[in-house]
């Protein structure tokens, strides 16, 4: 089942209250919590805990000053243990290399995973540190941030390229790129007419333009999900308001994939953040000065973020039906998606102010610096 893809009206996230998650946590960990909040989620359920410090379990030798995270997985990753110890695997990875990322802590029977029956379906169970700071989405925007983000995904890819691991070959997940011509199933949640045709005229492009070109692109290991809510930033020495990329977090996108995708998605949810196309080439310009994008595959960038932009919105949709409080879900609709996906797919741009001609951007932003 390591291949299985959402399909329509499937319910993937745990169903399970508070008092059972601190269960959880003492029955697995030791851990005795004295606080519980539960953080933003797609289709897992993440709880941070801090320990009651008059509590702490003898078993766990190195307690986490900043507290943990319980992430309890949706029920199709769940099926793919190889995937999950590939998780593990490439924080450590990471982390023995200087770029600040959860570090998963091992469980009382010595595991950094077990899986667990929750309301009648399996998911798998980790506790993680918690890695301080504030997100990107709760600071002041400013290029030097976008401009840095474009540096830190450049320095993780090139990383990655010496990390491997079985449990990504056989990764299937709906929010790969790759996995755009899937989003013909959920369409039918898009009720606006001008909406639709927008989508069904990206999802077609990215049939023709894309599909074909996959096998030639350059491809490696990806976050997959480099966004506002999975970026980490702490305050520069000496400041309050100027912030500088502190670690990453959320590797559940994780994937072997195209370099450009890393690259098309991070400025996608950073051009959301602004509701600016010209964002996208201040990230190009952070992101090229660590590692160098091919002219063939720059030139697929615009059609690799509408579709990033469509499938956020069209699952979305999709996913505000079936959890209409969900918060997460929520953020791309209030950020403006379609209308920023207008701008980018606008025919008629002025040659000399055209918001999508990200190269030029990037190259006016580091000659300013």
Not at 244 to 262: A, L
Request: glycine share 6%; charged share 25%.
């Amino acid at each position: 089942m390591s291949g299985a893809i959402l399909e329509p009206g499937q319910i993937i996230r745990a169903n399970i209250d508070h008092e059972s998650v601190k269960l959880l946590a003492e029955r697995l960990y030791g851990i005795s919590v004295l606080e519980l909040t539960e953080l933003n989620g797609y289709d897992d359920r993440n709880f941070k805990l801090i320990e009651d410090p008059n509590m702490k379990n003898p078993l766990i030798t190195n307690h986490s000053e900043h507290g943990y995270v319980l992430k309890i997985l949706n029920s199709i990753d769940s099926q793919n243990p190889g995937f999950v110890e590939a998780q593990n695997e490439v924080m450590n990875f990471l982390g023995a290399r200087g770029v600040i990322c959860p570090k998963p802590i091992r469980n009382i029977y010595g595991h950094l995973h077990s899986l667990e029956t929750i309301n009648g379906k399996q998911h798998v169970v980790r506790l993680l540190e918690y890695v301080p700071g504030e997100l990107l989405k709760d600071v002041p925007k400013a290029d030097a941030l976008f401009y840095q983000l474009g540096e830190f995904v450049a320095n993780i890819d090139n990383k990655l390229q010496h990390f491997n691991h079985s449990g990504l070959m056989s990764r299937e997940h709906i929010w790969m790129l790759n996995k755009v011509p899937e989003l013909d199933k959920f369409k039918f949640a898009i009720k606006d007419a001008e909406k639709l045709d927008l989508v069904e005229e990206v999802i077609e492009e990215f049939k023709y333009a894309i599909l074909p070109r996959i096998d030639e692109l350059e491809k490696g290991v990806l976050h997959g999900d480099i966004n506002e809510m999975n970026i980490v930033v702490v305050p520069k020495e000496g400041s309050k308001t100027d912030f500088r990329i502190g670690g990453v977090i959320d590797f559940g996108d994780m994937q072997y994939s195209c370099y450009v995708f890393e690259l098309a998605i991070t400025m996608t949810y950073m051009m959301l953040q602004t509701g600016d196309p010209r964002t996208g080439g201040i990230v190009l310009a952070g992101y090229t000065v660590n590692r160098r994008l091919p002219d063939d595959e720059y030139m697929l960038l615009k059609t690799l973020i509408s579709a990033r932009l469509v499938q956020s919105l069209t699952i979305g949709a999709y996913s505000i039906q079936n959890d209409p409080n969900n918060e997460y879900i929520l953020s791309t609709e209030k950020a403006n998606g379609w209308e920023l996906l207008k701008k980018i797919r606008k025919t008629k741009l002025d040659p000399e102010d055209d918001p999508t001609d990200w190269k030029k951007i990037a190259n006016e932003f580091l000659t300013r610096s």
